[in-house]
């Protein structure tokens, strides 16, 4: 019997999965249109986190509302503030000392490792496998922990300020990156050994979750899910910021568009991480780490649109100012809210049990589709 | 090609828009009644289609709204800004969720935080906030004192 796939009959079984569910990582709330096991509707409820960030940072100056960004996209939080850091200093036009582009460009990446080893080991779970967790968090918690001691915090670190960092790099910075690439580089085998290569996994990734290049655009979905179908769309490549225009890597493209090619987008991202900061760390130039800025910024009237490349894909700050010391309306493009709106596209038709995998590789932040 | 070039064939395309000088983009102003039939024709240019939304969002300027809508396109990068003014007591537009298919979720978020009527949109209903929510936060006359957000 063939039924119209999206629309409910009498004998569908509708299930929630989540707020509170293993699976979801946060409180995403979906509720799932059955028949037998076939999926033949994924909705999303939203806003169990919604803190209505944007109205917040209408009240808030120019210097103080980046902290609320670390919020969003808890896992990329460097390069929220980064982008909200550029947003602001476009429109003040503000020169950033070439020492504090380096160590923002380092700080974005090991972030982007970070943020990738997490999803590699949540995924692996999500799926039953529970030791890669382990695997992944070793690795992990050496960048959290270089992070801690220049930062001070090990996930919002708030580092990025209009004008520059913060506060300049801890002397044993270089020593512990360095330490970290040795490592890093003396295990990656094993996430293929344990994962990539496993006949089981590549059974429930392969074909599972497909996106066309086309509905990619069309659903907005951008950074290692839309790359995974194809689509070209590497702020860092397309349009270059800081000083990524003068390094050497290369965009991670895989055609299949399914779950297994988004997958092996992250895992290669990494590597290209890993060159980034292997060419920048003997290569800090001297000098200050923060440009003299006005103690209280005060945007010129116009609007101002800053994006940046986070770790799951293209997040936009658009600021309108009226010329005060706060900002008339902030808008954050999000990447997580786009991405999961292609979850129902992607999944319709398929077995209840691939949603997981679906769901994993587009690797979603629900802070950061909430805000 | 450059933004000069780009405004000369847009004015051929779309002889009502207006454009606002400033800004790193082009910006044009179009009627409400007219988004809908120019958002199928940049959609569907034959050289470089403006086939990516990547922003949509609204401004809540006191006496009426904008919508803001963010366009490029994946062939040749070129990025425009289409924005429409909304009357204040009743702002209506129609949808262009069947054009670009990731304005379903952002109109949705529109409607929820600014009360925005999407004309013909499949599934209008509130997003984040509860369905029995009175009022649209993000307008800036919007008060509560409940919850707090004015720091």
Redesign the interface.
């Known amino acids: 019997m063939v039924e119209e796939i999206g629309k409910t009959v009498e004998g569908d079984l509708v299930i929630n999965v989540g707020p509170q569910h293993p699976a979801t990582h946060g409180v995403l709330h979906l509720v799932i249109t059955l028949n037998g096991e076939t999926i033949k509707k994924v909705e999303p409820h939203l806003g169990y986190i919604h803190r209505s960030i944007e109205k917040m940072c209408e009240s808030l100056s120019y210097r103080q509302f980046i902290y609320t960004t670390s919020r969003m996209d808890y896992l990329s939080a460097h390069i929220n503030n980064h982008a909200c850091a550029l947003c602001v200093e476009k429109g003040l036009q503000i020169e950033v000392p070439e020492r504090a582009q380096v160590i923002r460009v380092l700080m974005d990446e090991l972030t982007r490792i970070a943020s990738h080893e997490l999803w590699w080991g949540a995924m692996a779970m999500d799926l039953g496998a529970f030791t890669p967790f382990f695997h992944a968090f070793r690795e992990r918690e050496t960048i959290n922990d270089i992070m801690e001691e220049t930062c001070g915090a090990r996930l919002t670190m708030n580092y990025m300020v209009p004008g520059g960092v913060m506060a300049d790099l801890h002397p044993n910075f270089q020593s512990r990156v360095k330490n970290f690439l040795q490592l890093y580089k003396s295990k990656i085998h094993e996430y293929d050994e344990l994962v990539t290569g496993n006949i089981i996994f590549q059974n429930r990734m392969k074909g599972v979750g497909y996106l066309s290049a086309e509905d990619a655009i069309s659903y907005g979905v951008t950074g290692p899910a839309g790359r995974g179908s194809g689509v070209s769309c590497d702020v860092r490549k397309l349009y270059p910021y800081e000083i990524y225009s003068k390094l050497q890597f290369d965009e991670v493209l895989e055609t299949a568009g399914d779950s297994f090619a988004r997958y092996m987008v992250r895992l290669r991202e990494m590597q290209q991480s890993i060159r980034i900061v292997e060419q920048l760390i003997d290569n800090i130039p001297d000098g200050e780490y923060q440009a003299k800025t006005k103690a209280v910024l005060k945007l010129p009237k116009g609007e101002f649109y800053q994006r940046v490349e986070t770790a799951r894909g293209e997040l936009g700050v658009y600021i309108v100012s009226e010329g005060g010391t706060t900002p008339y309306r902030i808008k954050f493009r999000s990447p997580g809210f786009s991405n999961l709106s292609a979850l129902d596209h992607m999944t319709r038709g398929e077995k209840l049990g691939d949603l997981v995998a679906s769901m994993g590789t587009l690797d979603l932040v629900i802070p950061d589709i909430d805000r | 090609m450059t933004n000069e070039e780009l405004k000369n064939a847009l004015t051929e395309l779309l002889p009502t828009a207006v454009f606002e000088e ?4 082009i ?1 044009l102003y179009l009627e409400a009644s007219q988004w809908k039939a120019s958002a199928l024709t940049l959609r569907n240019l034959a050289s470089a289609p403006f ?5 949509l ?1 609204c ?2 300027w006191k006496t009426h709204f904008t919508m ?1 809508y ?1 366009l490029r396109s ?1 062939t040749s ?1 070129d990025n425009i ?1 289409v924005k429409v003014k909304l009357d204040k007591t009743n702002p209506e537009i129609m949808t262009v969720s069947d054009i ?3 304005a ?3 109109e949705r ?1 529109v409607y929820d ?1 600014f009360g925005v009527q999407f004309l013909e949109h499949p599934d209008l209903r509130r ?4 369905d029995d929510w009175v009022g649209y ?2 307008r800036k006359d919007y008060e509560d004192p409940i919850n707090m ?3």
Do not use: A, Q, S
């Open positions: 400033g800004g790193e983009w910006n086939n990516f939304m990547f922003c969002t401004v809540d803001v963010h994946t990068l800004v670009w298919r990731t379903e979720m952002l978020e935080l997003l984040f906030l509860t936060p993000l957000i004015k720091l």
